[in-house]
């Protein structure tokens, strides 16, 4: 390839359409070349990491449509050889009129994830609202299986006096959440390397907000930092 050519870093699901659409390189592909490495990126927990894997693949820009941080962000984990268990939990409301209702809580470790410090929140340094903290109890089902019910939930008006409450309980059983992938518990930087050059004109509506289907970043390097 001519010193020109760069590479194009998305989720190895859309790589033929990038190739297909806009004749450029994807970093990873179908065929799944490098999908590990696509993996590591998105899920990196601070820009510095994320950089290198980008400078090592010679990625220039980052395509991230509405499904990564969401419905596909499990898979992302699993490639990059952790857990999805790592960044978000199922735990149960107790139950009303003998049922449990589920509900997905998602970690800082989440909200710290390149995929949704770019699609969530533009690159943007964020000072949460409020961090939530909830405590749980471990139980088992009827049926055997283990599961985890709520049993408290307080709300602060900083991530640092909820890092506090937690610090100051002596079961491990506490845990500051998010409840929307669009409101985060903890505080995060702006992306320093990272430009939001498109918005797709076709939008979803997620958590009750309307957004791009697809969002278009160029990856300045890391010598901009």
């Known amino acids: 390839y001519p010193e020109t050519a760069y590479g194009v870093m998305s989720w190895w699901d859309y790589g033929y359409w990038i190739m297909r659409i806009s004749h450029r390189i994807p970093n990873s592909n179908p065929s799944q070349g490098h999908a590990v490495e696509a993996a590591r990126f998105f899920t ?44 978000l939990g199922t735990y149960y409301l107790p139950p009303e009129d003998g049922k ?9 470790t989440y909200y710290r994830s390149m995929v949704v410090r770019l699609y ?8 949460p609202e409020e961090s939530i903290v ?7 089902s009827r049926k055997g299986v283990r599961y985890m019910e ?17 610090s100051s309980q ?17 505080p995060l930087e702006k992306l320093n390397n ?8 076709s939008e979803v509506k997620i958590a009750d907000k309307n957004l791009p289907s697809v969002k278009i970043f160029q990856y300045l390097g890391s010598d901009k930092s």
């Open 134 to 140: 909830i405590s749980y109890e471990e139980k088992i």
């Open 100 to 108: 449990l209702q589920p509900v997905t809580l998602l970690y800082p």
């Open 170 to 186: 002596e079961s491990e059983n506490y845990r500051i959440v998010g409840t929307t992938p669009f409101a985060t518990p903890v």
């Open 44 to 87: 990196a927990q601070d820009e510095s990491s994320a950089n290198k894997l980008a400078d090592q693949l010679g990625s220039k820009y980052v395509i991230i449509d509405y499904q990564m941080p969401t419905a596909k962000f499990y898979a992302m984990p699993r490639w990059a050889g952790n857990s999805e268990h790592e960044f």
């Open 194 to 201: 990272y430009k939001l050059v498109h918005k797709s004109g």
């Open 120 to 127: 969530n929140f533009d690159g943007k340094a964020v000072v």
């Open 150 to 166: 709520i049993t408290g939930s307080w709300s602060f008006p900083s991530y640092k006096a909820a890092q506090a409450y937690v």
